[in-house]
């Protein structure tokens, strides 16, 4: 059964905090994605990584950074947490075709709170 | 720039009943479209994927159709049960820029038993 894990279901963090999230994906995939969603504004892409070490910025890719060292492990990093990143975030993997980045499979997601 | 739209942002209807869950989109240069399924506290589930040169696709008691031409989808369920309760996304894949994903907010299904 394939499986893309995300490390923590819920987390709470303070404003001001240096906060990673983790992702692990079982299927050798060469994409790797992380969304956030949010009510009234669906899924929106915050970064995206077609290799190991390489990346590229999504729709939203301020506050954010991302680390991809092993090509089964993709990291969001929030440089300085801050309220508005109160969010649902979801990583995904897919595997590369012909054209385009496009997620086959997500994770469970892990919903932050900054307080 | 693409935006893509799913209305009725959500649906009840009694167990049994055939529905039709839309999705329109602006930009008719489509990739590729998807269709995903997303339960309480879940990630998305891909249902149907539905390329540019094809109209329609289907799985089980699920058909989606495409119509590039008029930048609409639609996901068919058939005979529908209490066990298709989840919120249905669905994403199109543009071919300017790099060719991602754009999501709709997506449809909130209730299915009563």
């Known amino acids: 059964d394939v499986k893309v894990t995300q490390s923590s279901r819920y987390l709470v963090k303070r404003t001001g905090e240096k906060v990673f999230l983790e992702c692990v994906q079982d299927?050798?995939?060469?994409?790797m994605f992380w969304y956030r969603q949010d009510p009234g504004l669906g899924l929106r892409l915050i970064y995206f990584s077609y290799d190991v070490k390489m990346k590229e910025k999504g729709d939203i890719p301020e506050g954010y950074s991302v680390s991809r060292e092993k090509k089964e492990r993709f990291s969001l990093i929030l440089e300085s947490a801050s309220t508005n990143q109160t969010s649902m975030y979801l990583c995904?993997?897919?595997?590369?075709?012909?054209?385009?980045?496009?997620?086959?499979?997500f994770g469970d997601g892990t919903r932050l709170s900054i307080l | 720039k693409q935006e893509v739209t799913q209305i009725p942002a959500a649906l009840s209807v009694p167990e049994g009943e055939n529905l039709v869950l839309n999705c329109s989109f602006t930009?008719?240069?489509?990739?590729?479209l998807q269709w995903f399924r997303q339960d309480p506290g879940k990630g998305l589930t891909s249902l149907l994927l539905i390329q540019s040169s094809q109209r329609e696709q289907t799985s089980g008691r699920l058909n989606a159709s495409l119509d590039k031409s008029s930048g609409r989808s639609t996901l068919y369920i058939a005979a529908s049960q209490p066990g298709d309760s989840a919120t249905y996304l669905c994403a199109v894949c543009t071919t300017s820029g790099t060719y991602k994903y754009i999501f709709g907010t997506g449809t909130r299904l209730k299915v009563l038993a």
């Open positions: 930009d008719s240069a489509i990739y590729n």
């Open positions: 299927m050798d995939h060469e994409n």
């Open positions: 995904a993997s897919g595997k590369r075709h012909n054209r385009g980045y496009q997620p086959q499979h």
